[in-house]
């Protein structure tokens, strides 16, 4: 019993990069999240997928994308990887009304 | 404009005393609260929830206390364990469902 899955778990990247996060979960959930953890600001929304086929803006999207390839998979893309986003990356997963579930995160720096 | 704001950022307590994690919020659509713990290189993991309906949640030896007029919550640690040193994050949503975190607060439970 996998729940969130993310892969890579850590990945360092040159400025101007590219660079996919996968994100995977095996619980039939509906809506999928992205979030980064920056020291002392918590974790912030960047892009969500309420249900297949639907994606909208958080809170932080600017510099990123994302793609819903299907109800159990969710990706982040950096086009071209700053070093503002040197951060820790989460996906979370949940169905409507219950908590969110969490991967254990993916460590990216960018040089 | 962070709308869940953790003021502590750690607390050290003593095995067997009680922990108190407070959280204030600002945006009075938030309508669900949750307490989330996060382990170092790991992912949060969800602990406790309280709906605007309820001002008491508990579960085990975790209570959630909300006061919705100071827009405040807060959580109650009885007795703390040393197994409970861990970064504790207080997160908020409205219908959307969008999460919105703290911060966070760092417990230590000393021996």
């Known amino acids: 019993n996998a729940g969130v899955t993310q892969t890579p778990k850590f990945q360092v990247l040159k400025t101007g990069q590219s660079m996919t996060l996968q994100c995977a979960q095996d619980m039939n959930h509906n809506s999928m999240y992205w979030y980064r953890q920056d020291p002392g600001m918590g974790l912030r929304l960047i892009y969500y997928s309420a249900s297949e086929g639907t994606t909208d803006k958080g809170e932080v999207p600017n510099g990123y994308n994302v793609s819903r390839l299907n109800k159990r998979e969710f990706s982040l893309r950096l086009e071209s990887a700053a070093p503002s986003q040197t951060s820790v990356y989460f996906c979370?997963?949940?169905?409507?009304?219950?908590?969110?579930?969490f991967g254990d995160g993916t460590r990216l720096s960018i040089l | 404009d962070q709308q869940v704001k953790q003021n502590s950022p750690s607390l050290s307590v003593q095995e067997g005393r009680i922990s108190i994690l407070n959280c204030d919020y600002t945006?009075?659509?938030?309508?669900?609260f949750l307490w989330y713990k996060k382990y170092p290189a790991e992912g949060p993991t969800f602990l406790i929830s309280i709906s605007s309906i309820k001002d008491k949640n508990e579960d085990g030896r975790f209570t959630v206390f909300l006061n919705k007029s100071a827009k405040h919550l807060s959580l109650h640690i009885v007795p703390s364990q040393p197994g409970d040193s861990a970064v504790y994050f207080c997160?908020?949503?409205?219908?959307?469902?969008?999460?919105?975190f703290g911060a966070g607060t760092t417990v230590t439970v000393r021996a």
């Open positions: 997160a908020a949503s409205a219908r959307d469902y969008k999460l919105s």
């Open positions: 945006n009075s659509m938030f309508d669900y």
């Open positions: 979370a997963s949940t169905l409507t009304n219950q908590p969110q579930h």
